[in-house]
Each structure stands twice: as structure tokens, then as C-alpha cells.
């Protein structure tokens, strides 16, 4: 009978051992930033489109009725309100963004997530 309370007890505290020990929390480091995902806005005649990725890297591109279509790309970070575009073209940018849905803000115009 000593040996079975002994097994019982050992055994209730390998099992609390156990409930306690759990997996780091890292359940964010796969989440990704709200503005990752593509963003179009549009007006007659005009077309623009970012695309942010996870990695931090970013793809602009335009079209104006009259114009040549071009596009930009660079890295970014965006921070609260702030988003900092760094283009090898253009040089740093940066914009108050906000985010509300499918709503992305920039500096007055809103961009909907294609």
C-alpha cells in the first residue's frame, strides 16, 4: 500500500510538472503587421497600389490617365500611426497611416485591401 500512495504522489507531481511546463509564448512571432497585404486606391484616372510584405519589403505601383505607368519599391516600417517607406530611388517617406477594416489611410486618402 506504501508503494502504491508513493506512485500516486509521484505520479501527481510529474502531472503538476508537466501543467506547468508549456511552450514559450510565441504565438505572435508568425503574426504579422495589420499593413501586410495589398492596397489599392483609385479616382478616374488614377490607380495606385502598394503591396507590403512580412519581410519588410514594399512594391508601389501607379497608373495616370495620360501618363506612363511606373512603380517604386524599398523597404518599410510601420509603427503605431507612422509608415516610413525607404525607396533606392526615391530616398524615405513618410506618411500617417491608420488602419480600420479593409481601410488603409494614407495621409488623408483611403486604400482599400484588395
Not at 503591396?51 to 511606373?70: I, K, L, Q, R, V
Request: hydrophobic fraction near 30%; glycine fraction near 10%.
Amino acid at each position: 500500500m506504501k508503494k502504491m500512495k508513493l506512485f500516486l504522489m509521484m505520479f501527481i507531481a510529474a502531472a503538476s510538472v508537466c501543467g506547468f511546463t508549456a511552450c514559450d509564448d510565441d504565438d505572435d512571432k508568425g503574426a504579422s503587421s495589420p499593413i501586410v497585404g495589398t492596397w489599392e486606391y483609385r479616382e478616374p484616372g488614377l490607380v495606385d497600389t502598394y503591396t507590403f510584405s512580412a519581410n519588410g519589403s514594399y512594391t508601389n505601383s501607379w497608373y495616370e490617365e495620360g501618363y506612363d505607368s511606373d512603380s517604386d519599391h524599398g523597404t518599410y516600417t510601420y509603427e503605431g500611426t507612422t509608415l516610413t517607406l525607404n525607396s533606392p530611388e526615391y530616398g524615405v517617406d513618410t506618411y500617417t497611416a491608420t488602419i480600420s477594416g479593409d481601410k488603409l489611410t494614407l495621409d488623408g486618402d483611403v486604400y482599400i485591401r484588395k
